[in-house]
């Protein structure tokens, strides 16, 4: 959206300050504003720096500050793009506004704090406005681009999660799954496509993945999850999320992501309703999927997907919830479905949160469990979703 920028006011000069007394005041609260090009800011930025373009700084200005008092500093290679940049602000009624003089080469000669060159210029424009999220930025890129996430299941569930983690620039992504793609899943697993019915799902999700992003490393596992394989498949990874739709698989992930301490988001979906929540091994107050469900349900109360139904956007919602959760918790940032289950209901169009504390008596993390090896339980409904 365009935005009419007004005259400049020329009555009250631009300040121009020191990078020193620029990283005084950015330590102090203000908002330091890189406003050189994409390309540019790709080999480096002062710390903490939000890079905005300078034809792009009238339009994106609010989001950042909402408040017009909020004191703005601005930084670009010299000193002389800033000052213009200053003046724009100005212009649109912030008042605090200062340019650093000598831009990113003075500041850089003075040895002051720089977040060197992470990403090159493909990620720079790839992940350009990932980098205008302070929470984010380009620290918080490069470890997403670090980072190694294990999905269970190529399905309805691990299809948005497997496609929103791959567009945000998790570095490697590991899909488990055995099935071949069928006509009947094409309603709601939108890795794959009808020239793909017959093909390993992990293929056809590979493929897929690599097209939206060929720097995402797509390891295709086109193996079934088993007391056997599942600390080999799962090691090494720092997110687990879990797309499957059976029991057995759920309490197999349940007690690897324990003995392995790594994070496990939990997804379900059923019929019309899904519900989302993260066991956080790592953490002493997390629950874990046991204290949710400490034994499996009878077959007859756990039908899957190709027995009970499922509305076909209703796995697009929940897999997004679950990767959203597990962006976070890579990057740290916001509270986590830690000891939270949330249910969403299509029909009503509503959310409910419900409490998930940890259980004392869990046969799983509870104070008493103990660990007798993993178990393959027996079938008690069919996997895929």
């Given at each position: 959206?365009?935005?009419?920028?007004?005259?400049?006011?020329?009555a009250?000069?631009?300040?121009?300050?020191?990078?020193?007394?620029?990283?005084?005041?950015?330590?102090?609260?203000?908002?330091?504003?890189?406003?050189?090009?994409?390309?540019?800011?790709?080999?480096?930025?002062?710390?903490?720096?939000?890079?905005?373009?300078?034809?792009?700084?009238?339009?994106?200005?609010?989001?950042?500050?909402?408040?017009?008092?909020?004191?703005?500093?601005?930084?670009?290679?010299?000193?002389?793009?800033?000052?213009?940049?200053?003046?724009?602000?100005?212009?649109?009624?912030?008042?605090?506004?200062?340019?650093?003089?000598?831009?990113?080469?003075?500041?850089?000669?003075?040895?002051?704090?720089?977040?060197?060159?992470?990403?090159?210029?493909?990620?720079?424009?790839?992940?350009?406005?990932?980098?205008?999220?302070?929470?984010?930025?380009?620290?918080?890129?490069a470890?997403?681009?670090?980072?190694?996430?294990?999905?269970?299941?190529?399905?309805?569930?691990?299809?948005?999660?497997?496609?929103?983690?791959?567009?945000?620039?998790v570095?490697?992504?590991?899909?488990?799954?055995?099935?071949?793609?069928?006509?009947?899943?094409?309603?709601?697993?939108?890795?794959?496509?009808?020239?793909?019915?017959?093909?390993?799902?992990?293929?056809?999700?590979?493929?897929?993945?690599?097209?939206?992003?060929?720097?995402?490393q797509?390891?295709?596992?086109?193996?079934?999850?088993?007391?056997?394989?599942?600390?080999?498949?799962?090691?090494?990874?720092?997110?687990?999320?879990?797309?499957?739709?059976?029991?057995?698989?759920?309490?197999?992930?349940?007690?690897?992501?324990?003995?392995?301490?790594?994070?496990?988001?939990?997804?379900?979906?059923?019929?019309?309703?899904?519900?989302?929540?993260?066991?956080?091994?790592?953490?002493?107050?997390?629950?874990?999927?046991?204290?949710?469900?400490?034994?499996?349900?009878?077959?007859?109360?756990?039908?899957?997907?190709?027995?009970?139904?499922?509305?076909?956007?209703?796995?697009?919602?929940?897999?997004?919830l679950?990767?959203?959760?597990?962006?976070?918790?890579?990057?740290?940032i916001?509270?986590?479905?830690?000891?939270?289950?949330?249910?969403?209901?299509?029909?009503a169009?509503?959310?409910?949160?419900?409490?998930?504390?940890?259980?004392?008596?869990?046969?799983?993390?509870?104070?008493?469990?103990g660990?007798?090896?993993?178990?393959?339980?027996?079938?008690?409904?069919?996997?895929?979703?």
């Amino acid at each position: 959206m365009a935005v009419s920028i007004p005259p400049p006011d020329t009555a009250e000069p631009i300040a121009e300050i020191a990078p020193i007394e620029a990283l005084r005041r950015q330590r102090a609260g203000a908002l330091l504003i890189d406003v050189r090009e994409d390309h540019e800011r790709a080999a480096g930025t002062p710390a903490g720096a939000v890079g905005v373009p300078r034809a792009a700084l009238a339009e994106r200005i609010a989001a950042l500050a909402p408040q017009p008092e909020r004191e703005i500093l601005l930084i670009c290679g010299s000193g002389q793009r800033s000052r213009l940049a200053a003046q724009t602000l100005r212009a649109l009624g912030y008042r605090r506004v200062a340019s650093v003089g000598g831009g990113c080469r003075r500041w850089r000669e003075e040895h002051l704090p720089f977040a060197e060159a992470t990403l090159d210029a493909d990620a720079a424009e790839r992940y350009a406005r990932h980098l205008l999220l302070p929470e984010v930025g380009a620290a918080g890129q490069a470890k997403l681009g670090a980072a190694r996430v294990v999905l269970i299941g190529a399905g309805g569930l691990g299809s948005p999660a497997a496609l929103y983690l791959a567009a945000a620039g998790v570095g490697t992504l590991t899909l488990i799954d055995d099935d071949n793609v069928e006509k009947s899943n094409l309603q709601r697993q939108v890795l794959h496509t009808d020239a793909r019915v017959g093909l390993a799902k992990v293929e056809s999700a590979r493929q897929t993945l690599t097209a939206l992003n060929p720097r995402v490393q797509v390891a295709a596992r086109r193996e079934r999850l088993r007391a056997a394989n599942v600390e080999t498949l799962l090691a090494g990874h720092d997110v687990v999320i879990d797309g499957a739709d059976n029991f057995p698989t759920r309490y197999l992930l349940d007690a690897a992501c324990r003995r392995l301490r790594l994070p496990l988001v939990y997804g379900a979906v059923h019929r019309f309703t899904g519900q989302v929540s993260v066991f956080d091994a790592r953490r002493e107050d997390s629950p874990c999927y046991r204290c949710l469900f400490p034994q499996p349900p009878a077959p007859e109360e756990a039908p899957n997907c190709a027995e009970a139904g499922v509305l076909g956007v209703l796995p697009g919602v929940i897999g997004l919830l679950q990767a959203s959760e597990a962006i976070k918790l890579l990057l740290g940032i916001g509270t986590p479905l830690v000891g939270r289950l949330l249910c969403f209901d299509a029909l009503a169009a509503s959310f409910r949160e419900l409490k998930l504390p940890r259980d004392p008596g869990c046969p799983g993390c509870g104070a008493t469990a103990g660990f007798a090896g993993y178990a393959d339980l027996a079938g008690i409904c069919r996997a895929g979703d």
